[in-house]
């Protein structure tokens, strides 16, 4: 039996609405499943976001079931202090945080909907995680990493589709910096994202808002070559809009832009990155040049200041070294 006694199996509609085979309401997946909908369709949240709800709220359950509580309204604060304790031991503090964070939002919404009488989350606090600054390349690291693709796509004069592949990897990388778009928002990306006259992308972020964000010469130069030299030799029937495509034809998966960020800051011979260190990188550059705060929230698509208040420390602690180095009473 899954979910360790939390799921009985013969099921029948009842005229209270679904009831298990004992006449008693249904189980915990069931409320789970209400849950879900209930993000899905009023809290916007991406697919990702909510499967990864589901996914700790079920084995948060499962953790309480097979200590003996299988009734949602019998689980106390003590019982999920348990459940975090044991999750403690082998998670780590960030994964533990979300799972919290996912759990204390299932109660929540199961006392709002009447599912429970009482919220035993209600005080369960998120585990602390250590303020530690994002990882960044300076201006001349970034500067190197565009080189190398740039220089890598000019080489690839002799094979058409290896080219392709270079003017694809080159715009990917110009469109990550210039942007400081998320790679899931960089795959989701059409041809009619991209308005070349002033030089902007629509991009679709979290929570299904959209938002428009500027991009530079260099990203626009790129762009151009790919969809203009490039993507016309890796189309296929399964292209659809998408601006960026795999080697076979369909859209690019985000493991591949990855891979593609890894390889070339390799191949540049600075700090290996991922997509989100680009963003990063963007930022605190954009706030090193002298812009407003609000600015660059926008242009991230943050939803909260606090957050792109992160990268003013990032630029504070470059100053800093920038001081020690430079200064000679520092």
């Known amino acids: 039996m899954d979910m360790c006694g939390w799921i009985w199996m013969d099921i029948v509609e009842g005229g209270n609405g679904i ?149 694809r990897d080159c715009a990917m990388l110009e469109v990550l910096y210039a942007t400081g778009i998320r790679v899931a928002e960089l795959v989701s990306m059409d041809l009619n994202s991209v308005r070349y006259g002033n030089r902007t992308i629509t991009v679709t972020g979290k929570g299904d808002k959209q938002r428009v964000v500027p991009f530079g010469a260099p990203a626009q130069r790129a762009l151009e070559q790919w969809t203009e030299q490039g993507r016309p030799l890796l189309v296929t029937p399964r292209s659809g809009q998408a601006l960026f495509l795999g080697a076979r034809g369909a859209r690019i998966d985000q493991r591949i832009v990855r891979g593609v960020v890894h390889r070339e800051a390799a191949r540049a011979g600075v700090p290996d990155i991922s997509p989100h260190a680009l963003r990063h990188s963007a930022a605190t550059h ?6 407003d705060l609000r600015e660059v929230q926008e242009m991230l698509g943050h939803s909260s200041l606090q957050t792109t208040q992160r990268y003013t420390h990032v630029s504070i602690e470059q100053l800093k070294a920038r001081y020690a180095q430079a200064f000679p009473r520092a």
């Open 19 to 167: 009831v298990d085979r004992t006449g008693e309401r249904m189980d915990a997946r069931y409320t789970v499943e209400r849950f879900v909908d209930y993000l899905r369709a009023a809290k916007g949240l991406s697919e990702h976001t909510v499967a990864a709800y589901r996914s700790d709220v079920l084995q948060c359950l499962d953790a309480l079931a097979a200590s003996g509580k299988t009734e949602l309204d019998n689980v106390t604060l003590g019982d999920l202090r348990m459940w975090m304790a044991g999750e403690s031991r082998h998670v780590a503090k960030s994964s533990l945080a979300r799972k919290t964070i996912a759990v204390r939002r299932f109660f929540a919404w199961a006392l709002d909907h009447n599912v429970l009488t009482h919220d035993p989350a209600a005080a369960l606090k998120t585990p602390k995680l250590p303020k530690t600054l994002p990882a960044v390349l300076n201006e001349t690291q970034a500067g190197a990493l565009m080189d190398e693709a740039d220089t890598e796509a000019a080489q690839q004069g002799d094979d058409p589709h290896a080219r392709a592949i270079a003017l």
């Open 286 to 291: 954009m706030l090193d040049g002298g812009a």
